[in-house]
């Protein structure tokens, strides 16, 4: 008779259920029925509890299995869900449905088998970055550039070395250069010559004077001033409040399966309880911007106790 009369039909099962006048078999396909309609509402968690009764009442009732698996399936209980589809099949081998149905609660355990590694490895992933950066003794920050460069995040290679994100600011233009892989073992200098070189033949008109290539000033560079001789490079230092290490294992976790958790384990709990040292905050906060010799390499730089990284390194 249409939706309009399901709950009238919930109403119906339900005094024929209360009369108990029937025998098991018949109250059986009562609680079946009425599994049924509660799986048309919606509502999973009745649907099962009657499913179960029916199975209670009638161990062979092949449909109450099939709505038992159903409820459990909407109600993301799929060990459940497979547990009943198969003690369904048991009685009855050839019921399609009941097939399709645990072939579908088969391919849901599967994806979610999957994801659970992926979650994880994305989890070792981020607790193996933080274990590197403690070791190394540095402290990271809020992240402050992320309109610029997104969630991108420092990387531990086969070797325990890190690869930072590194943003070069040039405060005056507004503008910035982003070094996407930047090995901590690397000089400044190397990098600051190959965007020199890139931005020479890329941005730059070039005009040759006797042996010499000489590049006209980039079209924003008014003055001529970002030359690669006159580039001087320097770091905020005593800015930023260090995150705890679950906040920094959160931080890591952005955009990849496991952003989700709010949990990482015992360990991590104990963690925030106790903060090593240099998980704390830097001096007294005031700001001050510290000149970088680019002979340095960037994980002495990072290193330096009065330094935050404010998510990644920026300069």
Not at 150 to 158: A, C, N, T, Y
Request: proline content about 3%; some cysteine.
């Amino acid at each position: 008779m249409g939706k309009k009369h399901y709950s009238q039909a919930i109403n119906c099962y339900t005094r024929a259920i209360n009369q108990k006048a029937l025998s098991d078999t018949e109250t059986s396909i009562l609680f079946s029925n009425r599994a049924h309609v509660n799986l048309l509402l919606g509502n999973y968690g009745r649907a099962l509890s009657d499913s179960e009764e029916a199975i209670k009442l009638s161990p062979t009732n092949v449909k109450a299995f099939y709505r038992a698996a159903k409820a459990s399936l909407s109600l993301s209980k799929l060990v459940e869900a497979k547990a009943f589809s198969e003690k369904g099949l048991a009685q009855n081998p050839d019921n399609e449905e009941l097939k399709k149905l645990n072939k579908q609660i088969n391919l849901q355990i599967s994806e979610f088998q999957q994801r659970e590694v992926q979650v994880s490895q994305a989890l070792k992933t981020a607790k193996d970055l933080v274990s590197a950066i403690e070791e190394r003794g540095l402290k990271i920050g809020k992240a402050l550039f992320q309109e610029l460069t997104g969630l991108k995040k420092p990387i531990l290679d086969k070797d325990c070395i890190l690869h930072w994100p590194v943003l070069l600011l040039y405060a005056e233009v507004m503008s910035s250069d982003f070094i996407e892989d930047f090995c901590e073992t690397d000089m400044f200098s190397a990098h600051l010559d190959l965007i020199s070189f890139l931005t020479h033949f890329s941005d730059q008109k070039i005009t040759k004077i006797g042996e010499k290539m000489i590049a006209e000033p980039l079209p924003w560079d008014k003055e001529n001033a970002y030359t690669r001789d006159a580039i001087e490079l320097y770091y905020e230092a005593g800015s930023g409040v260090c995150l705890s290490k679950k906040e920094i294992i959160s931080n890591f976790l952005q955009g990849t399966v496991a952003s989700h958790l709010d949990t990482f384990g015992d360990d991590e709990t104990d963690a925030v309880k106790s903060s090593p040292k240099n998980m704390s905050s830097v001096g007294n906060n005031r700001s001050k911007w510290v000149k970088v010799n680019e002979r340095r390499t960037l994980h002495a730089v990072l290193a330096e106790s009065n330094l935050v990284i404010p998510g990644i390194p920026g300069l």
